[in-house]
């Protein structure tokens, strides 16, 4: 089975809005695991317009399953996996200011950054993923930074598959066969949602983790938590 991580980033927007802590972070992400979710991520930025570094800090005493910290890996970030030593980080080449992920990296032009940061991770007990597009060269340069998993961008996959075009999914295929003969595992998110996850996950092989935030917490909106964690995890089985 694939596991679900829950990115409740959007419940820390929704917080931020007023100020307080209403909804609660922390209860939040107790409960999503009490549902019956298999990890919790974070995304914080440097302007920690959602999630706040001390979020992610307290967090730490609170996720019992998987803790996931994803980012663009530049000083404070890195002080700040180092010190709550999540059990995976997530490296995600985000330009300051962006709204949301818009690319995985280029593994080879940034090979010798991304190995000397995942060294520094490894070394200190925490597995490593990288965020990359379904291009098979770019696989191959992730491989070669010495990564434990890579994790597949999957927006473009989600806009065809919107679209009627399942063969989408084709890039993402191949980009998994050739990381599981190189031995890297699989992780994947960006725009995964009720209407796309099964699919996605039946035709991608050793799928090992999705992590689902924005679609799932809209989802939620109508359907309720509790409801929607179960709904993604009846089909990702």
Known sequence: ?????VNINKIATLRNARGG???????????IQRFGGQGITIHPRPDERHIRYQDARDLKAIV?????????????FIDLVLECKPDQVTLVPDAI???????????IKNQEYLTEVIQEFQRNGIRTSIFVDPVLEIIEG???TGTDRIELYTEAFAHQYDLGNKNGIDP??????LANELGLGINAGHDLSLDNIQFFKQNIPSLLEVSIGHALISEALYLGLDNVVNMYLNKLK
Not at 97 to 107: L, P, Q
Not at 172 to 177: G, Q, S, T
């Open 1 to 5: 089975m694939t596991k679900l991580s």
């Open 142 to 144: 992730a491989k070669k």
């Open 21 to 31: 802590n209403v909804p609660d972070l922390l209860k939040v992400a107790v409960d």
């Open 97 to 107: 200011g962006a709204i949301t992920s818009s690319a995985g990296w280029d593994t």
């Open 172 to 177: 993402y295929v191949k980009a998994a066969e």
């Open 64 to 76: 019992t399953t998987e803790y996931n910290i994803e980012g663009n890996p530049q000083h404070n």
